[in-house]
């Protein structure tokens, strides 16, 4: 017998194919799980997907660089980050011996990021995802619409301008005071819920930026100004007043407080270039879009935006793949889900993609493409100039988070 005969020869993958042909198997993963392994930032210090916990990372030159502890909840406009928190599920919360974790990844996408710190946040994020064996939620942040979930991490979120590209630095407590201008806004974010996280968020410095809802502080070198608007609650003056606080730890200043209902209020207004301004009219923030306005209106009620909820099917079955509609409006339950697909559920405020455990390679590639297209759709619809802010999740069936189940017992 010929030396060769009875020998079995591996497939020769045609070129053609060899792009996709292996994308999501086993060989795949155990690839990108390799790779994931030699990624400092998830095996330094240890913990990553092991034990309970906050692990914050921004994204530095194309390299995942943790954020030092002290500063979590602070990110910078120009920047992208990666989040992940790990915990027990409720239902595990008083079984000791259990000690498997629930992952949810966020990438956050500061408004002036660059785009390969995005990309690099994206891919990260998914890197991380293989480190976890693919049991993590995967989220998508804007920094204009942080999600409930992201901003219930933080007892506080700051955002100020800048970045890792622009040499920011640090006021020492013992630098000469210089004659800076700099406008904070703090304000408790709509998606945050009733009584959820507060955001400080470093506004241009021009009186155009006051409104009458929010508390504003002013850091103009010399002396600090707290700025009331009229509609302001009691929680966004008590945080203004942290926040002042902790300006006043890294340099003794002092430090006034005013109304906007009080004659004297005009002094901010001045110093931020509205000394010729008579007829002061402070517009609100820029507003929501339709599909996230009618949802923050409605926080708290089981029913609100059930006519925008969408359930669709992705799919190959047939031999080409479909996007199809599958239910909307009420009553969209697990029961509706199949294992051998991907669905896209839209909930009105947030876009969740559910991977079956059978869906096919194809369809697991294509999950994020099509999440992305259906947002153009939506921003081609008279309402939906914003959809782009929509936050955007992923989870795995069996690996579903309480938020993807609290969504889903809403539509049902």
Known sequence: MPPHEGLVHPKEYDIKDSNVELINSALDHQVKYNSAATEPAWRDPGTIGTAAGLHVWRIEQFEVVPWPTDRYGEFYDGDSYIVLHSAKSP???GDAEDTTLQHDIFFWLGSKTTQDEAGTAAYKTVELDEYLHGAATQHREVQAHPSAEFLSLFPRVSIRAGGVRSGFHHVEADAPKAEVTTLLRVFKHPSSGRTGSLIVHE?????????????????????IWMWQGRSCSPMEKGKAAQVVHDLTQAKHVDVEVLSQLEARSKLVVDMLGGKEVEQLSFSSPRPLSSRKRAADEAEGEDDHDAAQRKLFRLSDASGTVSFNLVKEGHHIGKTDFDTGDIFLFDAGDRLWVWQGLEASAAERALWLKVAQSYVRWLQESPEGADAYLIPISKVVQGHESPAFMKAITAAA
Not at 207 to 213: A, F, G, P
């Open 91 to 93: 239902s595990q919360q």
């Open 203 to 223: 506004v241009e410095p021009t009186w155009q930026s006051l409104d009458d809802r929010d508390v504003f502080v002013l850091d103009h070198g010399a002396k």
